[in-house]
Every structure is written in structure tokens, then in C-alpha cells.
């Protein structure tokens, strides 16, 4: 079984999301905005990075399917 570099890439790729993933569900907004986002509340800009930790949760998984798809494709012959 010879594992190819897309496959590494894939993998290494999820992990890096998933990692991510954890940071943004652990970071906590500001009490003060910054100027771009003054007009949005402190829930608002929480469950922003909430939505974008859901994004790279997904993302993550996509990796992760891919590397899985290309595994069994370079395996399968």
C-alpha cells in the first residue's frame, strides 16, 4: 500500500481544520468591536464565529472524505 502525496495533503489539510475548528470554538469576542464591526452586537459577533467554526467543521470533513476517496482510488487496481 503506497500512500501518495494528494493523500498526505488531504489528511494533513483535516487535521489543520479540525484544529482550527477548536480555536474558534474557544475564542471569545471582545467587549469592544473594532470599527469595522461596530454596528453588529456582541452576540451577534459571537455567533459569527460560531457559523465560521461550523464552516471549517464542514470543510475539515471534506478533507477528510477526500483523502479517504483518493486512498481507496489509488488502491483500488
Given at each position: 500500500?503506497?500512500?501518495?502525496f494528494p493523500v498526505i495533503v488531504?489528511?494533513?489539510?483535516?487535521?489543520?481544520?479540525?484544529w482550527?475548528?477548536?480555536?474558534l470554538r474557544r475564542?471569545?469576542?471582545?467587549?469592544?468591536?473594532?470599527a469595522s464591526r461596530a454596528h453588529l452586537s456582541n452576540e451577534e459577533r459571537q455567533r459569527?464565529?460560531?457559523v465560521s467554526s461550523w464552516i471549517?467543521?464542514?470543510g475539515a470533513c471534506v478533507f477528510?472524505?477526500?483523502?479517504?476517496?483518493l486512498l481507496w482510488l489509488?488502491?483500488?487496481?
Open positions: 500500500m503506497v500512500v501518495k488531504s489528511f494533513l489539510g483535516a487535521v489543520s481544520w479540525f482550527l475548528t477548536a480555536k475564542f471569545k469576542v471582545r467587549e469592544e468591536p473594532p459569527r464565529i460560531i471549517t467543521f464542514a477528510l472524505i477526500g483523502g479517504f476517496v489509488e488502491n483500488s487496481n
